[in-house]
T-cell receptor, first 114, second 117 residues
Framework: NAGVTQTPKFRVLKTGQSMTLLCAQD?????MYWYRQDPGMGLRLIHY???????AKGEVPDGYNVSRLKKQNFLLGLESAAPSQTSVYFC?????????????FGPGTRLTVT | AQKVTQAQTEISVVEKEDVTLDCVYE???????LFWYKQPPSGELVFLIR??????QNEISGRYSWNFQKSTSSFNFTITASQVVDSAVYFC??????????????FGTGTRLTIIP
């Protein structure tokens, strides 16, 4: 099993450019998440989805959009990149329900905005 | 509001020494879940343990052990006989239960552990 995969692994953008990060999971998980990791700040939740066709805002959603058209995919979009969005982005997935199951993470995407 | 504090930013120990990583949390929920994740130099996050707040028994898995103390709101992680492969950043995390509890996973800022050969 591939688990959670992310595309691309690295990307450099210029301010104002747009891009989409793709996350795919093959574990049939209901929930999917996008986090950003910045030095000294741990992981912060950007957006999440509790099922196909649903999305919701997390702790730091501004400047990002997401879509979950298929259960196995969760896309993160940056419409107009800013240097403040330079970060490492992690996608994760988990089972849904009341028992707060562990999240499985992808390998990360390192994004630099110049 | 939830909060997870990992006061130890960086720890270095010599190989084969034991080391304990501290995690203190704050929550108003009476039921919650605690997690530890490992982030090795390669960058991916690896799940280590999930613990329900109702279960206060300590857990041991090989060289790893976890001490959950509800009275002090702590969930500490001990590595016995440390090895170089244990070098990583370790994150403690907290979430409440409920159908949509996963989205409220709160991470600490992590502890960077370096094992010196």
């Amino acid at each position: 099993n591939a688990g959670v995969t992310q595309t691309p692994k690295f990307r450099v953008l210029k301010t104002g450019q747009s891009m989409t990060l793709l996350c795919a999971q093959d574990m049939n998980h209901e929930y999917m998440y996008w986090y950003r990791q910045d030095p000294g700040m741990g992981l912060r939740l950007i957006h999440y989805s509790v099922g196909e066709g649903t999305t919701a805002k997390g702790e730091v959603p501004d400047g990002y959009n997401v879509s979950r058209l298929k259960k196995q995919n969760f896309l993160l979009g940056l419409e107009s990149a800013a240097p403040s969005q330079t970060s490492v982005y992690f996608c994760a997935s988990s089972h849904g329900g009341a028992h707060s199951y562990e999240q499985y993470f992808g390998p990360g995407t390192r994004l630099t905005v110049t | 509001a939830q909060k997870v504090t990992q006061a130890q930013t960086e720890i270095s120990v010599v190989e084969k020494e034991d080391v304990t990583l501290d995690c203190v949390y704050e929550t108003r929920d009476t039921t919650y879940y605690l997690f530890w994740y490992k982030q090795p130099p390669s960058g991916e996050l690896v799940f280590l343990i999930r613990r329900n707040s109702f279960d206060e028994q300590n857990e041991i898995s090989g060289r790893y052990s976890w001490n959950f103390q509800k009275s002090t709101s702590s969930f500490n992680f001990t590595i016995t006989a440390s090895q170089v492969v244990d070098s990583a950043v370790y994150f403690c995390a907290l979430t409440p239960p409920g159908d949509f509890g996963n989205e409220k996973l709160t991470f600490g800022t992590g502890t960077r552990l370096t094992i010196i050969p």
